[in-house]
């Protein structure tokens, strides 16, 4: 994600009568909504005739040709079509787009996609922004919007998945033993996809812990954890059988760090007897991050994920 360029010596007015649209050096940009794309796009078009195209920062919303994408569009349509809006500038993406928080007046656009249940806190990008994540457990209580599915799919797994070509072959690796390889994907906060060096693929459960859904409270920020310890890093993993959907089971190592051990001690996971029986190391952290009210359980009541899933 390329920074943009600051300057104070600019202001974005001046910036405007020179004819410039949404350049590199400008903080901020305003214009009027004259198209939207899907539910985290949109187009503004600025004074002289400029236009920028907007990436919503901080959220994700489903894509179009997913469930609820439509619907997603058509709520930031109705937000701010045709209606002038202000850009706070945070970046810019691989395709050229500003990233920014939207304005219409002082009311935050970005909160208020995720407030209705039409787009996801996009943790990865923004892990920090807790008026987000408060948005999206209050839309999820609610069930407001995408979160009327019971399982809704996160639009970067939707990505991913669409993505993913027949010509990758599935890793033919021995149940024991130990692999090294980048990793590649993380689908939740236990579960992680390795490219090995001759090309094949293979999805491991993370041994030993169970983390919360996507779709469950403290979810997502589980997943952002997991992703900051490995994603696109070279791991290891000590390989212990597979499961009962053929993935690997293993205790997972990103820069002589014990993975599995790190996210129940910062309460990111429970520690599951059913898939760990004798880790007394994980079952000890657990007991600690409870008891400092690390992660998910700074927040009483916390439902473990077998029974979310078996709802």
């Known amino acids: ?55 919503l920062q901080g959220i994700d919303a489903p894509e179009l040709n997913q469930a609820y994408g439509k619907e997603a569009a058509r709520v930031l349509e109705g937000l701010v079509r045709d209606r002038k809006v202000s850009v706070q500038c945070e970046g810019r993406d691989d395709y050229g787009r500003v990233l920014g928080y939207v304005y219409l007046k002082n009311h935050s656009i970005n909160l208020e996609m995720v407030r209705r249940g039409a787009a996801w806190h996009y943790v990865y990008y923004a892990k ?25 799919i996160a639009p970067w797994d ?27 994907r993380v689908t939740d906060g236990d ?18 812990i169970d983390a919360p859904e996507p779709a469950q409270e403290h979810g997502p920020e589980a997943t952002a ?52 029986p004798d880790e007394d190391d994980l079952r000890e952290a657990q007991q600690k991050a409870r008891a400092e009210g690390q992660g998910l359980w700074a927040s009483p009541g916390q439902m473990p994920p077998w029974r979310f899933r078996n709802n």
Not at 128 to 152: F, I, M, T, V, Y
Not at 165 to 177: E, L, Q, R, S
Not at 191 to 208: E, H, N, S
Not at 228 to 241: A, C, M, P, Q, S
């Open 128 to 152: 920090d922004n807790k008026a987000l994540a408060s948005a999206e457990k209050e839309a999820r209580e609610a069930q407001r919007g995408l979160w009327k599915e019971p399982h809704p």
């Open 1 to 55: 994600m390329r920074a943009l360029v600051r300057s104070p010596r600019l202001t974005f007015a001046a910036l405007l009568l020179l004819g410039g649209t949404c350049p590199l050096c400008a903080e901020q940009i305003a214009g009027v909504v004259d198209r939207v794309t899907d539910g985290d796009t949109l187009t503004i078009h600025i004074k002289k005739g400029g236009h920028e195209k907007v990436r």
């Open 191 to 208: 579960t992680l996809t390795i490219q090995l060096p001759d090309g094949q693929r293979a999805t491991v459960q993370l041994f030993g």
């Open 225 to 276: 954890a997991l992703a900051e310890l490995v994603l696109n890093k070279t791991i290891r993993v000590v390989i212990d059988g597979r499961d009962e959907f053929g993935r690997l089971k293993g205790k997972v190592y990103a820069g002589g760090q014990y993975v599995n051990l790190e996210l129940v001690a910062k309460g990111h996971a429970w520690h599951s007897d059913k898939y760990g």
């Open 158 to 184: 939707y990505r991913h998945d669409k993505k993913e070509t027949k010509t990758v072959k599935t890793a033919d690796i021995p149940n024991y033993g130990s692999v090294e390889g980048i990793c590649t």
